[in-house]
C-alpha cells in the first residue's frame, strides 16, 4: 500500500470516527420528534405538547409532538426503542412505563433495557370520583358502601395498565374488597358513562376531572396525593378521609432510545429542566392541578432510579390481581 493510500485510509477512518462527534456537537440541526403513545386530547397528550413547545424554544427547533396510540402504549414505546438513537426521537410516557414489564409478557422490545432516562416532568394527582347521585358523600360512607355491595358496584377504568386501573387496583387493595371493573378505550369514554350515571366510580387524573368537580357534574371524595391540590383545595387527601394507603400519583418521563449519546441526553435534559421553568407551562399545569418536578428530579439519574422503584412498587399488585394485558 503506497503511503498516499495509507494517508487517505487514515483520513477516511478520521473523517468516520468524528462524524458522530459533530453530530452531536451540531445537535440538534432538525426537528425533533416526541412520540406520545396514547390519542391526542387525552391527559399524557396535554402535558406534552406544553413541554415540546417550551423545549422547542430551548433547542431552537421545532419538538413535534406526534400521537402512537394502542396497546396500552407499547406501540408508541416500540416506535422509540427501535429508532435510531441520535436524539431525535424522544418518548414522553406516564406511569405505565413502570407497569408494562409486568403487565405486558411479550413485547417486541425490552421494556425496561431498551431506554435512556433523561428526567421527570410532573406528577399528576389522581382524584376518586362517583356519579352525581352516588349514595355516599365522604370517603368513609364509599368505602363502607364498596365493602357492603363488591360486585354490586361497578367501577370504571380505561382499560388495562391505564392510570385508572392502577388507581382503582389500589383502592380495591387498601379496602379489601373487589368491584366489578368496567374497561374503556380511554379516560374520555369512562368520564362520559361516569357522568351520564352509568358507572358508579372511578379515578382519574385532576387533569380530567376537575371541570367536572367544579361544575358539581360529579362526586369527589379524595386526591390521592400527600398534600391537598391547590386546584381543589376543599377535597381532602386519601389520608386525611382515612385511606392513607391510597396514594398514587400520574408521574411523566422523557426517554430516549437505549445508546443516545450522553451529550445529547444532556443537552434534552437541559431543555428540559427549562421548559419546567417556563412561566407559561407552570401556569398551565397550575391550572391542571399539578406542578412540574423540582429540577433535582428532571435528570437521568434520579428518572432512572424513581422508575425501578415503581416497577418494584406496582409488580406484586399486578401479579396478585392476575389481570395480564397479553
Known amino acids: 500500500m503506497t503511503a498516499i493510500s495509507k494517508r487517505a485510509l487514515l483520513g477516511t477512518g478520521l473523517a468516520a470516527l468524528a462524524t458522530p462527534a459533530l453530530a452531536q456537537s451540531n445537535y440538534p440541526s432538525r426537528p425533533i420528534t416526541m412520540v406520545v403513545p396514547f390519542a391526542a386530547g387525552g391527559p399524557t397528550d396535554t402535558v406534552a405538547r406544553l413541554v415540546a413547545e417550551a423545549m422547542g424554544r430551548e433547542l431552537g427547533q421545532s419538538v413535534v409532538v406526534e400521537n402512537v396510540g394502542g396497546a396500552g402504549g407499547t406501540l408508541g414505546a416500540a416506535r422509540v426503542a427501535q429508532a435510531r438513537p441520535d436524539g431525535y426521537t424522544l418518548l414522553l410516557h406516564h406511569i405505565g412505563m413502570a407497569t408494562i414489564p409486568t403487565l405486558y409478557r411479550r413485547l417486541p422490545y425490552d421494556a425496561v433495557n431498551g431506554f435512556e432516562t433523561i428526567g421527570l416532568i410532573t406528577a399528576v394527582p389522581m382524584t376518586l370520583v362517583a356519579k352525581k347521585n352516588f349514595p355516599a358523600n365522604t370517603l368513609q360512607e364509599a368505602i363502607a358502601l364498596i365493602r357492603r355491595e363488591r360486585e354490586n358496584l361497578n367501577y370504571a377504568n380505561a382499560g388495562i395498565g391505564a392510570a385508572s386501573h392502577l388507581c382503582g387496583l389500589l383502592l ?23 357522568l351520564a350515571g352509568r358507572v358508579d366510580l372511578m379515578c382519574d387524573q385532576t387533569t380530567n376531572t376537575t371541570e ?28 386525611e378521609a382515612g385511606l392513607p394507603g391510597l396514594e398514587v400519583t400520574i408521574w411523566h418521563g422523557l426517554y430516549a432510545p437505549k445508546g443516545t449519546p450522553r451529550p445529547v441526553i444532556d443537552r434534552v435534559g437541559q431543555a428540559l429542566r427549562a421548559a419546567l421553568k417556563d412561566p407559561k407551562v407552570v401556569q398551565r399545569f397550575a391550572d391542571l392541578g399539578t406542578t412540574p418536578v423540582p429540577e433535582a428530579q428532571a435528570t437521568p439519574e434520579f428518572h432512572r432510579q424513581f422508575w425501578q422503584a415503581e416497577i418494584a412498587r406496582w409488580r406484586p399488585l399486578i401479579q396478585a390481581a392476575g389481570q395480564y394485558a397479553d
Do not use: C, H, Y
Open 212 to 239: 367536572q368537580i367544579r361544575a358539581g357534574e360529579i362526586k369527589v371524595f379524595a386526591v390521592t396525593t400527600p398534600e391537598r391540590v391547590p386546584a381543589l383545595p376543599n377535597v381532602p387527601t386519601a389520608a
Open 172 to 194: 380495591m387493595s387498601q379496602v379489601d374488597a373487589a368491584m366489578t371493573t368496567v374497561p374503556f378505550r380511554g379516560t374520555g369514554p369512562a368520564m362520559q358513562e361516569l
